[in-house]
């Protein structure tokens, strides 16, 4: 739990500055150009794996294998 909690709390952080990098007058979930794995025209991870897509609910989601399940 406590490394679940460091790398959430690392991504929101990484998040947050990316977008107000871009566009530092407003936070908005809109802004996704600096995720890695979550983008249509992306085909490999920055570790080399195929990057996989999903639709459900009619919402696209992408991933690859090297993420690590929670549940």
Same mark, same amino acid.
């Given at each position: ?8 709390? &690392? ?6 500055? %990316?977008?107000?990098? &871009?566009? =530092?007058? +407003? ?10 794995? &979550?983008?249509? &025209?992306?085909?490999?991870? =920055?570790?080399?794996? =195929? +990057?996989? %897509? ?12 090297? %993420?690590?399940?929670?549940?």
């Amino acid at each position: 739990m406590k490394a679940l909690l460091k790398a959430i709390r &690392h991504v929101l952080n990484e998040a947050i500055r %990316q977008i107000r990098k &871009h566009k =530092p007058d +407003i936070i908005s979930g809109e802004v996704r150009d600096f995720l890695k794995i &979550h983008q249509h &025209h992306t085909k490999e991870s =920055p570790g080399g794996a =195929p +990057i996989q %897509q999903q639709t459900k609910g009619g919402r696209k989601t992408y991933f690859t294998a090297e %993420q690590t399940l929670y549940e």
